[in-house]
């Protein structure tokens, strides 16, 4: 039973674009999430987290929105560029630090 | 800072013989580290949990007398595949937390081939 679901295995976006890489949680303990990218035969990276007292956190060109009453997360990144391409992964907590992470998202960037 | 690396990044061993993976973090302490499995196409599956100076915590299904973690010092864990067998191959990745912060810090994997 996946408790964190990334439903598109891959997103293709123009380079200069709007990317947004979606996430749905089931466990209403969860109360903290992450966001990795990833690529290839390497460790996940951190971009950026938010903590459910909270609806959105912005650094740069990543922002996470979070709606706690539809238990979806989302990840926007303005604007797009090839470097970007990677696999993004979701992660969520619920305060003993173990992290369970979504499928991800392999999202390619087109130049 | 919070750099975390993994040695070997890639092994083939044959069936039957163990392997030992060791996770480092280079520039700070770690609170806890966690192993982590990560089969194709799958996302990343907790396998233990690491405190140094005790006892791993183990996730339902791994086996603990398998993948024995040792974790013998604040900037070090190992995690040895012992007995390997061709379907423990797979992508093993540590990550290591600092302090009280929920973000954790991955190495760059360990590939793991059984022959």
């Known amino acids: 039973d996946q408790q964190v679901k990334q439903n598109s295995p891959s997103l293709s976006v123009q380079e200069g674009r709007i990317s947004i890489l979606n996430c749905d949680y089931t466990?209403?303990?969860?109360?903290?999430f992450l966001w990795y990218k990833k690529y290839p035969a390497e460790g996940p990276t951190f971009l950026i987290s938010?903590?459910?007292?909270?609806d959105k956190n912005e650094d740069g060109r990543f922002t996470v929105f979070l709606n706690k009453s539809a238990k979806h997360l989302s990840l926007h990144i303005v604007p797009s560029q090839p470097g970007d391409s990677a696999v993004y992964f979701c992660?969520?907590?619920?305060?003993?630090?173990?992290?369970?992470f979504g499928k991800g998202t392999l999202l390619t960037v087109n130049p | 800072g919070a750099v975390v690396s993994q040695h070997p990044s890639w092994v083939i061993c044959k069936s039957g013989t163990s392997v030992k993976i060791e996770c480092r973090s280079l520039?700070?302490?770690?609170?806890?580290m966690f192993w982590y499995r990560q089969f194709p196409k799958q996302s990343l599956m907790l396998m233990a949990t690491?405190?140094?100076?005790?006892?791993?915590?183990?996730e339902q299904g791994v086996e603990k007398d398998k993948f024995l973690i040792n974790h013998a010092s604040l900037t070090l864990s190992t995690l040895t595949v012992t007995s390997a067998h061709p379907e423990d191959s797979s992508f093993y990745i540590c990550?290591?937390?600092?302090?009280?912060?929920?973000?954790?810090?991955f190495g760059p994997g360990t590939r793991l081939t059984v022959l």
């Open positions: 990550s290591a937390r600092i302090g009280e912060y929920n973000e954790q810090f």
């Open positions: 466990n209403s303990m969860f109360d903290y």
């Open positions: 938010i903590s459910s007292i909270k």
């Open positions: 992660a969520a907590s619920s305060g003993n630090y173990k992290l369970t």
């Open positions: 520039d700070f302490q770690a609170t806890t």
């Open positions: 690491s405190n140094e100076g005790s006892k791993a915590t183990y």
